[in-house]
């Protein structure tokens, strides 16, 4: 990919190398689940005569292959070509000719090659050199849509998008829609990169964790028997001494002599110690 010196040289070596190789794959894949259908077909289309045979001797189950649909590779190679494209060789137009052909080549292309890395590519390329707002829209919600999650730079992008707009970055859709047509659709664009929690498969067992800003809640909560109230902030004294005061008294009233005697004996003893 390297030694390529114009971009007419890079796409020839793409579409001999990278997609010719992903249709490469394809065929093979499709040959070898048609052949493991075939070998399923005459293994259970056996004669009742060779029922007897076939019991004493089973057949040998065949090896479950599972073919490789696109090679590991894939996906990355599309994202370079795309880069590539755009930054080595000024062809924004050609880099997104690149993910759409990949996209309507087969459908294991679209769903190997169109990976997060991909669409990044997609992302940067309509707002950097187009300052296509609607097209990152589109792309965040085909992402969405096709399960593929966004990660630490698609999040970046969306950032570096959000700031050049708030600095009145001069878009397509401004003359068009109106700010506001445009701020709505950043607010979306934003949602579209948070994450969908995944589902829960069933519930289960055991104490519900509470939530990170529990403790708001219970910190805003109004405590009746700490006696301050809104304005009268000396109450909680007057209101504390006597209290205090009586429960003294009771506890007084409960030990009654014997906490009395207690005291004295005790005084003997340091006076006998002494």
């Given at each position: 990919m390297e030694l390529c010196d114009t971009d007419q040289q890079l796409l020839e070596w793409s579409m001999r190398e990278v997609f010719g190789q992903s249709q490469q794959y394809e065929e093979r894949a499709r040959n070898a689940i048609a052949k493991s259908e075939e070998q399923h077909q005459h293994a259970l289309g056996l004669t009742?005569?060779?029922?007897?045979?076939?019991?004493?001797?089973?057949?040998?189950?065949?090896?479950?292959?599972?073919?490789e649909l696109q090679h590991p590779t894939y996906p990355y190679l599309i994202a370079h070509l795309m880069r590539s494209f755009r930054d080595k060789y000024r062809d924004p137009h050609l880099a997104l000719s690149i993910f759409d052909?990949?996209?309507?080549?087969?459908?294991?292309?679209?769903?190997?090659?169109?990976?997060?890395?991909?669409?990044?590519?997609?992302?940067?390329?309509?707002?950097?050199?187009?300052?296509?707002?609607?097209?990152v829209h589109d792309a965040l919600e085909e992402m969405r849509v096709n399960g593929v999650e966004p990660d630490g730079r698609t999040k970046k992008l969306v950032e570096k998008l959000r700031r050049e707009v708030g600095a009145r970055t001069i878009w397509e859709?401004?003359?068009?829609?109106?700010?506001?047509?445009?701020?709505?659709?950043?607010?979306?664009?934003?949602?579209?990169?948070?994450?969908?929690?995944?589902?829960?498969?069933?519930?289960?067992?055991?104490?519900?964790?509470?939530?990170?800003?529990?403790?708001?809640?219970?910190?805003?909560?109004?405590?009746?028997?700490?006696?301050?109230e809104f304005g009268r902030w000396g109450s909680r004294q007057s209101h504390a001494q006597p209290t205090r005061r009586k429960q003294g008294s009771e506890r007084t009233a409960a030990t009654g002599l014997d906490d009395f005697l207690d005291s004295k004996i005790l005084g003997e003893d340091q006076l006998e110690f002494k």
């Open positions: 009742p005569t060779s029922n007897s045979s076939a019991s004493a001797n089973p057949p040998s189950q065949p090896t479950s292959m599972h073919p052909y990949a996209r309507h080549l087969s459908i294991p292309s679209y769903v190997f090659g169109c990976t997060t890395p991909a669409y990044n590519e997609l992302i940067e390329t309509r707002w950097s050199c187009f300052r296509d707002l609607r097209g859709e401004g003359s068009v829609f109106g700010s506001g047509e445009v701020v709505g659709m950043l607010s979306k664009i934003e949602q579209l990169t948070i994450k969908e929690p995944r589902r829960k498969q069933g519930k289960r067992p055991g104490k519900k964790l509470p939530a990170l800003d529990a403790w708001k809640g219970d910190a805003l909560k109004e405590d009746v028997e700490d006696g301050y």
